[in-house]
């Protein structure tokens, strides 16, 4: 069921119609997942049959959904105010999104583009292609089966879905303070003799007491720590080890929440050498990008900011990832905070900030808030204890 008040998801459209219009670049077809869910309140999914909200070039907004999933819809999406159009198991839905968008065919010129939102798949891109380029062909010689343009949503568009609403920044934060009460409770799960596998399944719980589903639970000890993407194994801590634990989860209003903090296993661990410059180099970093973050720099601007810090310490080619990806309904979204982005950032963004060094074999490092964009700089969502 929708989390917000209808009026929240009639502006959001009220927006992303307005954007469409002041684009000039045709109609929209946006999928289940993220952006549709932003847009009406529901997560729902057709699977292979196509559910979608049309925007047209008029201001129109319309949705589309098979007659097996249309009740449903009705009564678990925000659409007050949106037409609902049933199709039936043999229909070209394609065809009626053209239809829905104001694409008749009745001209002769070319064929009309259309903007697809993020999370339609390969065969929905090539049906709505079709299905488009043939309306908006028809009647010119030879046209009826030329193929339509298909673009990403346009720079308008998507900053609709960039910059966050002070709904949704009021629902990051509680997010982050929910994965912050997690964190607290991890170094007592941190003992020696345990595994992995039981602190992550010790975590997998108390995620579940703070939020409505676990998205991820990575604990990675030592050397299993030098891959970014480990999840958790049997390997037995031991006194000393560093140990990543980046952890998350989604509440029952769809936000996300994402924190990686590094550890260390037993109050007398050793603290110096390679790991104590490595980690060094990371906290620094993360400091570095948190106080430099500024509406108006790009994304590659505030990577270099972190990246550069970890090449002057020695740990460059440790470092593997981009420094952050953007962060609301989807767990990873854009913005993506990597080298060489072009996004120019903007107050009420939402990305982390996660600098990282791995060395194989040996263990890894990373520190990872969310922060939201303001006017000064950025504000750090989560405010769990960096140091060891």
Partial sequence: MPFFDDAVYAERRERVADAVRRAGRGPAVLGTGAEFEYLTGSAASSHERLTALVFGTDGGVTAIAPLTDIESLRKGASLTDVPLRGWRDGDNPYALAAQTAGVTGAGAGPA????LGASLTADHVFGLRDAFGA??????????????????????????????????????????AAIDRVHARVPALLVAGTTEEAVAAQLHELILEEHRSVDFVIVGSAE?????????????????????????GTLD???????????????AAETGGEFAAAFDAVHRAHRAALSAARPGMTAGELDAV????IEEAGY?????????????????EAPFIIGGGETVLREHMAFSIEPGVYLPGAFGVRIEDIVVLEADGARALNQQPRGL
């Fill in 135 to 176: 309306a908006g062909a028809a009647g010119a010689a030879g046209g009826a089966g030329a193929a339509g343009t298909v673009e990403p949503l346009s720079a308008e568009v998507r900053e609709c879905f960039l910059v966050k609403d002070d709904a949704e920044i009021a629902q990051l934060a509680r997010a982050a």
């Fill in 253 to 267: 209003s769809g936000y996300h929440s994402d924190c990686t903090r590094t550890y260390l296993v037993g109050e």
């Fill in 306 to 309: 972190a990246r550069d810090v």
């Fill in 224 to 248: 299993n720590g030098a891959n970014p993407h480990h999840d958790f194994s049997p390997r037995v801590l031991r006194e000393g080890d560093p140990v990543v634990v980046d952890i998350g």
């Fill in 316 to 332: 460059g080619e440790y470092f593997t990832h981009r420094l952050g990806h953007g962060i609301g309904l989807a767990g990873h």
């Fill in 112 to 115: 009309t583009p259309v903007q």
